[in-house]
């Protein structure tokens, strides 16, 4: 099975060095100082499970991915719309595309992009991010990436859940990847509009009663 991922950030950096190190083939669509560290020096995860120092296929030419079985998507929201302009012409007719997004929206832009058929829910769980250029660093639990397809089942992504199991990335069975989906939304919708308004991390912010109640009323909301 080949593997593009879109994105060498926590997410994609992540998945990729985990992958990489367990014999997949794999193939990285990156950009800017982050694609010149991992070109020079390689992809470094340093993870609580143990560190890993990859040497992955990357380029910032979307070719890199043509032939892919599988593609995850692993930029930000907002990049989401231009990336799936740069990959268009390579995601092939039996491709299947899994977005880790934050947000509800990603799975059916990429059905009206690609085709139901294609596109895929996918759920991640995991607090990872750059430390440096071409060193991803992945912080305590959890750690999860839930997927499937629209209708919320896995029995189709069986054999990708296999890839990542073997990989050891933690990828749980879910009666239903629509509920994963949403559940993750509710909580990040407080979460996030609170630590942004706040420019504060949740930690000191659940020491005041007043806040923890605004970000159940916000979960309620939403």
Not at 36 to 45: S, V, Y
Request: a neutral charge; zero cysteines.
């Amino acid at each position: 099975m080949k593997i593009g991922i879109v994105g060498a950030g926590g997410i994609g950096g992540y998945l990729a060095a985990k992958l990489i190190a367990a014999g997949e083939d794999v193939a990285i669509l990156a950009r800017g100082a982050q694609l010149a560290a991992i070109k020079e020096g390689g992809l470094r995860l340093i993870d609580p499970d143990g560190d890993i120092t990859v040497a992955p296929v990357i380029s910032d030419d979307a070719s890199v991915l043509s032939g892919a079985d599988v593609i995850v998507i692993a930029v930000k929201a907002h990049q989401l719309h231009g990336a799936l302009d740069q990959i268009r012409d390579h995601v092939g007719p039996r491709t299947r595309v899994i977005p880790f997004q934050n947000g509800v929206d990603a799975p059916d832009i990429l059905a009206e992009a690609f085709g139901p058929e294609r596109a895929l829910i996918g759920t991640a769980r995991i607090f990872a991010n750059i430390t440096s250029p071409g060193v991803i660093t992945r912080y305590g639990e959890p750690k999860g990436f839930v997927f499937g397809t629209l209708e919320g089942r896995q029995s189709e992504v069986a054999d990708i859940l296999a890839v990542f199991r073997n990989a050891g990335i933690d990828a749980p069975d879910h009666p239903d990847v629509r509920v994963a989906l949403w559940i993750k939304f509710i909580i990040f919708n407080a979460m996030s509009s609170l630590t942004a308004a706040t420019g504060l991390r949740f930690g000191p912010l659940r020491k005041h009663p007043e806040v923890v109640a605004l970000a159940r009323s916000l979960m309620r909301e939403t």
